[in-house]
C-alpha cells in the first residue's frame, strides 16, 4: 500500500466501524470521539465505545506513512459485568 492507500484506508477504518456499529442492531453501540490522550504518526483518532451512556472499550486509529493502525478494545456488555460474581 502507498501513502495515497493508506490515507483512504484510515478514513474508511473509522466511518465503518461507526456504520458497523450502527448496523449490528444487537446493542445500543456508539462511538464518542475523544481529543487525543496522545498524537502518534501522521494522523490520529481516540474514541470511546459506549453501551448506552456506560463506557465499554476503546477505539484508536492511526496512520504513519503508508501503514494504518486500527485497534479496538472492549470488555464485556454491563448486563453481563453487573451479573458476575
Known amino acids: 500500500m502507498n501513502t495515497r492507500g493508506a490515507l483512504t484506508s484510515y478514513g474508511a477504518e473509522r466511518v465503518g466501524t461507526a456504520v458497523g456499529l450502527k448496523l449490528s442492531g444487537e446493542a445500543p453501540l456508539r462511538l464518542e470521539d475523544q481529543p ?37 478494545f ?9 451479573g458476575a460474581g
Open 36 to 72: 487525543n490522550p496522545f498524537r502518534w504518526g501522521d494522523e490520529s483518532s481516540s474514541s470511546l465505545l459506549l453501551f448506552g451512556k456506560e463506557r465499554v472499550g476503546n477505539v484508536f486509529t492511526a496512520r504513519k506513512g503508508k501503514r494504518v493502525f486500527h485497534v479496538l
Open 74 to 82: 472492549v470488555g464485556p456488555p454491563p448486563r453481563i459485568r453487573r
